[in-house]
């Protein structure tokens, strides 16, 4: 922001996931140790300076055009306190998150795992919220009595060590150990081999990669809405069609539910399937006949699983191509300099100053020029205040003194008792009355400004 002022370089900001929107989370009485006074503090400092970044970027480059806009608009104007939200708008250009190695993502065509196994890649942490797919896991295994599932968690475990005690304990006592295991990091395309189903429980995100990676690899995806994360799952050409299941965050049943239905490709996912006759839907409770059929249709349907997944790879082939997304950024790294270059064109600059538009504030400046200051009285001066004599004298009668007749409105004798002072006015009308126009020497009382402010 000081290089901007002073320099008039062009100030662009590349925005992943909301700094301020993060902040909430991880410094919260959930995550932080710190004295709550001392956390309202550091959430101040950073929303304070989240504020002045996007109001004085000049491009902001999110990287979706869904969800993220709607934050940096209401953090850049201080929701509409400092300008108008569809001006600042205008500023805003997304940049839409690419995968630049998709080359080293083949398709998977022989899973190695042999039972029903889920697999994430997500850092063990409270923003990725690793407990949710835990608990749903725990759905799946101990209360709809699905003993052959398995779920995976790849990632680093030492980011937030305390949670990852913690989500180790919960697998502990709810005897999920062996079928439920962090599994530290692993390579994407070596893991994603393991996968029946690809899964992500965050609780917040831009456009996550990871999701990108798995589609590549062909695997069916179950993911919480959060960020654009529906985005990678939609069909571009029609966005009624996803190919992907989405659920709320921190809901565990409903994240298990998602599982199973793609697992056994029931409910809207048997429409991919060959089948001659609708299967029923995936019911509340479980029966071991339920478990038993719905286990048997997870192996049958291996290949319509992995039909589904190829789909979802032809979706980030064509939205999400790591060409795209380089050749998008060439072209603001070339906006931004332009803009730099105007900024040394006086010509270009007086124009800025004389011409504001509907609905901008003017920009915070440093040093004004006399120019400027002559321009800005000539255009936006104080209008005269019409019969402004009248209304002088009415307010200088009201608060000179007692209303005749009632105390409404006057100063007491108590109030003018030191604040007294003596004026000459030399007119032609002849008046008794203590106002401002009379031919003698009079004394007017001046009431203390706080009788003033509150009367």
Wanted: hydrophobic share 35%; charged share 25%; net charge neutral.
């Amino acid at each position: 922001m000081i290089l901007k002022l002073r320099r008039g370089v062009t100030w662009g900001i590349w925005d992943h996931a909301i700094m301020w929107r993060e902040s909430c989370l991880n410094i919260s009485t959930a995550q932080c140790l710190l004295a709550i006074p001392v956390q309202n503090m550091l959430l101040s400092v950073m929303k304070l300076a989240a504020n002045l970044a996007y109001f004085h970027a000049d491009v902001l480059l999110p990287c979706t055009s869904v969800y993220n806009p709607d934050w940096e608009a209401d953090l850049g104007t201080d929701s509409g306190r400092r300008q108008s939200k569809k001006e600042f708008r205008r500023k805003i250009d997304p940049v839409t998150n690419g995968i630049g190695n998709m080359g080293s993502f083949q398709p998977v065509t022989e899973c190695i795992s042999e039972e029903p196994t889920v697999v994430m890649l997500s850092n063990v942490q409270f923003i990725k919220d690793v407990k949710n797919a835990v608990q749903a896991a725990d759905v799946i295994i101990n209360t709809y009595g699905f003993r052959n599932y398995h779920l995976t968690v790849y990632g680093a475990m030492d980011r937030t060590p305390a949670y990852t005690v913690e989500t180790q304990k919960i697998i502990t006592t709810r005897g999920l150990t062996g079928l439920v295991k962090l599994g530290g990091f692993g390579s994407p395309k070596t893991v994603l081999k393991e996968a029946w189903l690809f899964m992500n429980s965050s609780l917040s995100e831009g456009l996550p990669l990871a999701i990108g990676e798995a589609a590549l690899s062909g695997i069916p995806i179950v993911a919480t809405e959060v960020g654009a994360t529906a985005q990678v799952l939609t069909d571009p050409d029609d966005p009624d069609i996803r190919y992907g299941e989405v659920v709320p965050p921190n809901d565990p049943v409903a994240l298990a539910r998602a599982q199973l239905s793609i697992l056994a490709m029931l409910g809207p996912w048997a429409k991919y399937t060959d089948d001659a006759v609708a299967p029923p839907p995936l019911p509340e409770t479980f029966t071991p006949d339920d478990r038993e059929w719905i286990t048997k249709r997870m192996y049958d349907k291996a290949e319509d699983r992995r039909k589904l997944g190829l789909r979802l790879r032809d979706v980030v082939l064509r939205s999400f191509h790591g060409d795209r997304y380089l050749r998008e950024h060439e072209q603001m790294y070339w906006t931004q300099s332009f803009r730099s270059k105007q900024r040394k064109d006086p010509a270009l600059t007086a124009l800025t100053v004389r011409q504001n538009r509907m609905g901008r504030t003017r920009s915070m400046r440093v040093d004004e020029t006399a120019e400027f200051y002559s321009v800005w009285e000539r255009e936006e001066r104080w209008q005269d205040f019409e019969e402004k004599e009248d209304v002088w004298g009415k307010i200088t009668g009201f608060v000179g003194g007692k209303k005749k007749g009632g105390d409404g409105g006057g100063v007491g004798k108590e109030d003018d008792m030191n604040y007294t002072t003596t004026t000459t006015t030399t007119t032609t009308t002849t008046t008794t009355t203590t106002t401002t126009t009379t031919t003698t020497t009079t004394t007017t009382t001046t009431p203390p400004k706080s009788t003033l402010i509150n009367r």
